[in-house]
């Protein structure tokens, strides 16, 4: 069965980095588009990026363009969001999830930016 485990997540300064990862299970990776959306208390959850099978063609939401980077690994079945110059508007669960007849989504992974 399709299985996504994100990690990577936690409490970081404004103006600091934190790198997500998301182990996936269970399906073809290196085939399948890939991406990271996020949910803020309260609120609904966005896509924050998303990347192709081979990784040449990425998307971001506005929000995080120029400060986040989603990447993957098809060796090792992982995608990556390297998160710099945090904000604390950024704090959220963060979720990857991939698209096969229905959308899989992983646990979540907490991310809090303060001071």
């Known amino acids: 069965q399709v299985q996504l485990v994100e990690s990577g997540g936690g409490l970081v300064q404004p103006g600091g980095s934190l790198r997500l990862s998301c182990a996936a299970s269970?399906?073809?990776?290196?085939?399948?588009?890939m991406s990271w959306y996020r949910q803020a208390p309260g609120k609904e959850r966005d896509l924050v990026a998303s990347?192709?099978?081979?990784?040449?063609?990425?998307n971001y939401a506005d929000s995080v363009k120029g400060r986040f980077t989603i990447s993957r690994d098809n060796a090792k079945n992982t995608v990556y969001l390297q998160m710099n110059s945090l904000k604390p508007e950024d704090t959220a669960v963060y979720f990857c999830?991939?698209?096969?007849?229905?959308?899989?989504w992983g646990q979540g992974t907490q991310v809090t930016v303060s001071s």
């Open positions: 999830m991939v698209r096969r007849v229905v959308d899989y």
């Open positions: 269970g399906f073809t990776f290196k085939s399948s588009p």
């Open positions: 990347i192709s099978t081979g990784g040449r063609s990425t």
